[in-house]
Each structure stands twice: as C-alpha cells, then as structure tokens.
C-alpha cells in the first residue's frame, strides 16, 4: 500500500475518542488534509490522563468537539448519537500510565476495561438498529505481553502473554477481546494495533509514569539529572508520533486488516531476515545520552532498581512489525534521533502548556 491510503478518508465521518490526548490529537491533525466530511473529538478530560485543549486549538475549526464529564465512553446516552454517524472509529481513549495502573488498578479497571465495555455496548445498539457499516481500531500496548522471554523477541502477536506487569496490560488485553467478540457477533469490523513506547510534541510532561522518553526529554530541558534505574541496560523500541499515526490510518484504510491484530515496532523481516529500522531500538541508558546531548542540558545517572518498580519492568522489549509492513506496507520512517529533536524543539516553543 503506497499512499492511496490516503483518499480512503475522503469524505468519511470519523470519530476519534481520547481526541484531546498526545494520540488522538496528533491524528486529527494528520487527518484534516485528507478531506473527511467531519472529525468528531470526543474526550472526558478525566484528570492527569493526557487531555489538553491546547492540542486541537489550531485545528478546532475543523473538528466537532465535545469534551468534559459529560463525555465519558460509559455514558451511552451521548456517546451513542456519535457512533450513530460515525463511518471510523479510533477509540484511543484510557489510561496509559503503567504506575498510575499498578497504584490504583479499580481506576484503570473503569477506564481502560468497563468505560469501553459501555463504548462497545453502544456499538452493539447501532448495529442492532440498522446501522450498516462501522469499523473501529482499538489501541493497545506492547504492555498486553507482559514479561517476555528473550528467546522470543522480537516478540510478535502470535505470543501468548506468560506473566502480567501490571493491571494496565491486563485490562487493555481483556478489552481487545472483548473488541474483537462484538466485532464477530455484532457486524463491526474491528482491528487492533499495540503501541510501543511513543513519544513526541502534545504528549503529558507531568507524569513519569506515561512515557519514559518523553519524561527523560522534559527533565533533560529542566537541568535535572535522569535516573538509569538498575544501569539503564534494558532494551525497547520507541516509535515517534507521526509514525503512529501512519500506521493507524493505514490499518483504517485497509480491509485486510478487519479482524487482525498489529504490532507497532521496530524490527521487520524482509526477504526472510530482520531488518532494524529507523535505529529506534536502543537501551535506556544510551536513549538518556542521546536526549542529554540533544537538549544540551541535564545529566544522568545509574541507581539501583527501586523495589516498588521492580515488579513493573519487563526487562528487554522490542517487536517483531513484519505483519504490519506485510498487510498495509508501514515502517517507521523517523529515526529516534530527529524524533527527539523535533520533540524538544517544539517544548522550547510549548513548555508553558505541558509542564
């Protein structure tokens, strides 16, 4: 698929939900030259989750918007209407903080698996009224693998989840689920694609626990010394926002993609050998180098694991993208360096709404 993509959105009614969040906005951005009929932005703005009017106020005569309480995925009675003329769905929306997960897992449980139980529910009601088509892309996490064997990296969606790290991953892969089983029983096409690690401009800077890269970027600029926990040694893979976005639309766009499940990673074979691409899979430690020469301020340091963490980390992590490249023609295209430098640069022009 080279980019007649494209054109797939051209006239289509599109709702986005999570639309004021790091995510949701970078898309609706990416989606107005494409031409839909209409962008529909719908976002409860629960504390601390990410929303942020700032992310759609250049774009907002473009979108229909509808945010507060009023909007959350578990109040059927608003949410159904928008469902009702939507064409595509991108449910983006929930909690992606492993920590904040782990603290309070009742929260991520009402966020991350009842609010969309409720959002598939609606779903359910539309078709059972005559709604003809609908597709929705849900958005996982690498974090639905739990701890992964290093035998097995790059780990790819054939792997079955061995050990949890936190409820976040448990909820988000229930939710998956449960997408794909009202997707068969209720007509909806459904696809699904487990992001890892991104990063890059309108993501929160005020929480550690959504993003490490972003949060090294932050303390980078502020002059403070990053904290390598156990030397920094592990590996990941991180992908860079428009990268992201690429991917979701291209799965939006392809009917090959009904029913599957996507990797967003690094590493794609290639005539049957793996190719590393965009050099975004790196270790902590050299990740938190690469920010402090980038942002020209801060330093860094190795402590030991902090036991309350230790349940959390997963050790090294990076994904096997093969099928995504196979079915839709994606890669990522922005190597982590320059991703870091466009992040960084646009804080030096934004600090003032995200810290």
Same mark, same amino acid.
């Given at each position: 698929m080279g980019e007649e993509y494209r054109s797939f959105f051209e006239g289509k009614k599109i709702l986005i939900t999570g639309g004021a969040g790091f995510l949701g906005s970078a898309l609706a951005h990416k989606l107005i030259p494409l031409k839909p009929a209409k962008i529909i932005i719908v976002d409860a703005m629960i504390p601390n989750l990410g929303g942020n009017l700032v992310n759609i106020r250049d774009i907002e005569e473009n979108l229909v918007v509808y945010i507060g309480e009023d909007w959350d995925l578990r109040n059927e009675e608003k949410i159904k209407p928008l469902i009702e003329e939507s064409d595509c769905i991108f449910n983006l929306a929930g909690n992606v903080s492993h920590i904040g997960s782990t603290e309070n897992p009742l929260f991520d449980f009402e966020l991350n698996l009842r609010a969309h139980l409720h959002f598939l529910e609606s779903c359910k009601k539309c078709m059972q009224e005559g709604k003809e088509d609908l597709k929705i892309l849900y958005a996982g996490t690498r974090d639905q693998y739990g701890k992964v064997d290093q035998k097995h990296l790059p780990v790819d969606e054939s792997y079955l989840i061995q050990e949890a790290t936190d409820p976040q991953g448990i909820n988000k892969h229930a939710t998956e689920f449960f997408h794909f089983w009202y997707g068969s029983h209720f007509g909806i096409k459904i696809s699904s694609v487990r992001l890892t690690n991104l990063y890059g401009p309108r993501h929160v !800077? #005020?929480?550690?626990?959504?993003?490490?890269? #972003?949060?090294?970027i932050r303390q980078a600029m502020d002059g403070e010394t990053l904290e390598l926990w156990g030397g920094g040694e592990q590996l990941r893979d991180f992908n860079y926002v428009d990268d992201a976005v690429d991917a979701l639309l291209r799965i939006m766009a392809s009917d090959k993609t009904n029913g599957e499940i996507y990797n967003l990673g690094s590493f794609i074979k290639k005539s049957g050998l793996y190719e590393h691409l965009g050099n #975004?899979? !790196?270790?902590?430690?050299?990740?938190?180098?690469?920010v402090v020469e980038i942002a020209g301020n801060g330093a860094f340091t190795s402590i030991p694991y902090p036991e309350d963490r230790k349940p959390l980390e997963p050790g090294h992590f990076y994904a096997d993208a093969s099928k995504l490249y196979n079915d839709v023609g994606w890669e990522p295209k922005i190597p982590l360096a320059e991703g870091i430098r466009r992040t960084v640069e646009f804080y030096r022009d934004n600090k003032e709404h995200y810290w």
């Open positions: !800077m #005020n929480d550690p626990g959504q993003g490490v890269l #972003n949060w090294f #975004n899979v !790196m270790s902590v430690g050299k990740v938190a180098q690469l």
